[in-house]
């Protein structure tokens, strides 16, 4: 069955790709197995703290086939840290501090040749109760998608959460919103998944670019959570016309997604559909982001932030341009 598209006028089958995500990776039978052949691969993308945490699948319904074509895993050392990273990072920061309020307390002093000791007592500690491992607030969604074939897995891309962005415009919006980056594999861009509030709204919007470089064009792409739904449905909006959906399951085990794109110019986009199968595999853990959220922006606001950011995650916010200076 061909479909018409609605912004290019083109016909072609409709793309549709089934996202089968876990509750958790431990429960599913083939999880050592496919963790010990991505161990092994060469692909550098996988470390030695992830998990598989879902399949995907492209399907041509008219013709009953389905094929598994994808892997998903998740960074557990971001997600989940242990306690002991938190206590290094605990350690880390009392360091830092101490060495910050010294340096104040050096710079106050009314004698410059002031002893060691002195400084030691004129030292004045935090007036809050003191942080523990169990403040320390590290938690980041990353999530990278694998092709799997018989000869060989590679990687497809990555989406990671932008916890930065996402205190800034929660702070402003007065409202949890989820912000996350994509790298694709052979893509050149950035792109940036937001999530927006709309007044009188409250499913979950969310909108990106996606600059498509075999035509030139740059697509507006909205993603909006139906008000009433069986499952975490979503309608695909390009220029503010659907040109497609996200099917989500209501009785799976996690949070199973099926994506159709019935845009030909769109739908015969491996990165693009390979954008959409990332963002499906977040949904599952939405929740727990926006909780993470509401926390962070609470601690923010009280004066007590132990919110640490990660070196991947700051070399996202790095000004682009500085390479070319």
Not at 31 to 46: G, H, P, V, Y
Not at 101 to 121: C, N, T, V, Y
Not at 145 to 171: A, C, D, K, Y
Request: aromatic share 8%; with cysteine; hydrophobic share 35%.
């Amino acid at each position: 069955m061909a479909t018409e598209g609605v912004l290019t006028g083109g016909r072609q089958k409709r793309h549709t790709r089934f996202v089968d995500m876990w509750i958790a990776a431990g429960l599913n039978p083939t999880n050592i197995e496919i963790l010990t052949k991505l161990k092994s691969a060469e692909d550098r993308q996988f470390s030695q703290n992830m998990a598989v945490t879902g399949k995907g699948f492209d399907e041509d319904r008219q013709e009953h086939k389905r094929e598994e074509s994808h892997l998903f895993g998740i960074r557990t050392d971001v997600w989940r840290p242990s306690k002991e990273v938190r206590e290094r990072t605990l350690a880390a920061l009392e360091k830092r501090q101490a060495k910050e309020r010294r340096a104040a307390a050096k710079s106050k002093s009314p004698a410059r040749d002031a002893s060691e000791g002195e400084l030691d007592q004129m030292v004045v500690e935090p007036d809050h109760d003191p942080v523990t491992a169990d403040d320390i607030d590290k938690s980041r969604l990353v999530i990278k998608m694998f092709r799997n074939t018989s000869s060989r897995i590679r990687w497809q891309g990555t989406i990671e959460e932008l916890s930065v962005r996402e205190i800034q415009n929660s702070l402003g919006s007065r409202r949890a919103l989820a912000s996350f980056a994509v790298i694709l594999a052979e893509y050149e861009h950035l792109v940036v998944i937001q999530q927006n509030r709309r007044l009188f709204r409250i499913p979950p919007s969310f909108s990106f670019s996606y600059y498509q470089p075999k035509t030139d064009r740059m697509w507006y792409i909205d993603l909006d959570c139906h008000w009433v739904s069986i499952g975490v449905d979503y309608t695909i909006l390009a220029q503010g016309r659907k040109i497609g959906s996200i099917d989500g399951r209501l009785l799976a085990l996690g949070a199973d997604s099926r994506i159709h794109v019935g845009e030909p110019g769109l739908a015969d986009d491996e990165q693009f559909m390979d954008l959409l199968s990332l963002f499906a595999a977040t949904i599952g853990f939405h929740k727990q982001i926006w909780k993470h959220i509401r926390r962070r922006v609470s601690n923010v606001k009280r004066g007590r932030s132990v919110h640490f950011v990660e070196d991947e995650e700051m070399w996202l916010l790095k000004n682009p341009r500085r390479i070319a200076r």
